[in-house]
């Protein structure tokens, strides 16, 4: 892939500052409330307004948006404020409108980059546009399709390209409303260092309390920006209630947020290490997540072990682990030493479990 057109200079025509920031309610609902929270936003340090004009639903009957009506809000919202304006387009129809309406910033849903066809036919509308185009992650933790989405924009002559990281649908419960996996932006970041990335702790949390730690852990890993849902009644937001703040809260969360900057040697080795240990935490949390699933399936086999009053350890099969375990420690540049304590201490954690399950 060329990566010629790719880089992070768009961001200078919006804000000098560091993080870029995009705020505004979920949706657009009333020219009146576009207005408040435009007002409130000048005085906070967010570059862009956002905000849905037409809404994909999970479910039919949810509110779908005002339509174009909103996008003369935005633009009043424009003059009255100085703030640029930002709207997710997911059709050809949604692109002619919005760019009539002079909106800075366009972006493609995270259902929207699921499907090639239609980012196929976004990419024609857009073809050599100078306003900044924005992909979010697609539902799905498909990291090709979030890359495949960025090249048909960039193979559309389009060179103001950034993606925003909204997390991944589950269906396991979780406290997140969407799975960050952060690996995934993490690989996107190692494919595309030159891509502004931005987070949407927003569509990840579900849940305003969470939006300040995911921001930090997002300015940890050196990403370029936010996309925070802010609307001047939250509780009463006709769409994602849960997960939107007041312009107060944004200021609140923009102020205390850690912003790490590099400035000489030895500030770029304390940023590139803050970047590396924020990721190592996230493969421990990943790690103990993992035991703990194995542990789980450890009590099941304790409990079918019961069932057939068969004994705890069967060496065999443990042997059989170990050597397995070895030979693809050997394979990944792990000492014989390290996979050897290690897969004791998950063999002993097992057999405590499977205890617990036989005899406890
Ligand atoms: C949104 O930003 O309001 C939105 C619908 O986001 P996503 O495409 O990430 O679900
Ligand atoms: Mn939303």
């Keep these: 892939m060329d990566n010629t057109n790719m880089n992070k200079l768009w961001l200078n025509e919006f804000s000098e500052l560091n993080p870029f920031v995009i705020a505004g309610p979920c949706s657009a609902e009333t020219e009146s409330q576009v207005i408040e929270i435009a007002n409130a936003l000048k005085n ?33 919202a424009k003059e009255v404020t100085g703030l640029k304006t930002a709207v997710e387009v997911a059709s050809p129809h949604h692109v002619k409108l919005a ?10 849903g995270a259902r929207t980059t699921v499907n090639p066809f239609l980012v196929q036919d976004l990419a024609d509308a857009l073809k050599n546009t100078d306003k900044v185009v924005l992909v979010k992650n697609p539902v799905n933790p498909d990291l090709a399709l979030w890359i495949g989405a960025i090249e048909r924009f960039l ?32 690989n996107f970041q190692a494919k595309f260092p030159n891509l502004p990335l931005i987070l949407d702790p927003s569509h990840i949390s ?32 006709w769409s994602d209630a849960a ?39 996230i493969l421990d ?63 002993q954690e097992s057999i405590h479990h499977q205890n617990e399950i036989i005899n406890g």
Excluded: C
Excluded at 103 to 108: E, G, M, P, R, Y
Excluded at 252 to 280: D, F, P
Excluded at 296 to 324: C, F, T
């Design 44 to 76: 906070t340090n967010v570059n862009v307004m956002r905000a849905g004009i037409w809404k994909p639903r999970t479910r039919p009957g949810s509110f779908e948006g005002v339509g174009a009506i909103g996008l003369k809000w935005l633009q009043k």
């Design 99 to 108: 760019l009539e309406y002079n909106v800075d910033i366009l972006w493609i």
């Design 155 to 186: 193979d559309a002559g389009v060179t103001k390209i950034g993606a925003v990281h909204r997390g991944f649908s589950t269906y396991e419960k979780i406290k997140y409303r969407n799975n960050p996996q952060w690996q995934i932006p993490i």
């Design 206 to 237: 579900g849940n305003r309390d969470l939006i300040f730690e995911l921001s930090q852990t997002a300015l940890d890993l050196n990403y370029d920006g936010l996309m925070i849902e802010t609307h001047n009644n939250p509780d009463n937001a």
């Design 243 to 281: 997960q939107q703040i007041t312009p107060e809260s944004l200021q609140n969360v923009l102020s205390h947020l850690q912003i790490r900057r590099s400035k000489g040697e030895t500030e770029g080795y304390k940023k590139e290490l803050l970047k590396l240990r924020a990721n190592i935490d």
């Design 285 to 347: 949390e990943q790690l103990i997540d993992i035991i703990a699933k194995r542990m789980l399936i450890a009590d099941k086999i304790g409990g079918v072990k019961k069932e057939y009053n068969v004994a705890i350890l069967q060496s065999e099969r443990w042997q059989a682990i170990l050597k397995k375990m070895m030979q693809q420690g050997l394979e990944n540049h792990l000492t014989e030493d390290f996979i050897l304590s290690l897969f004791n201490a998950i063999h």
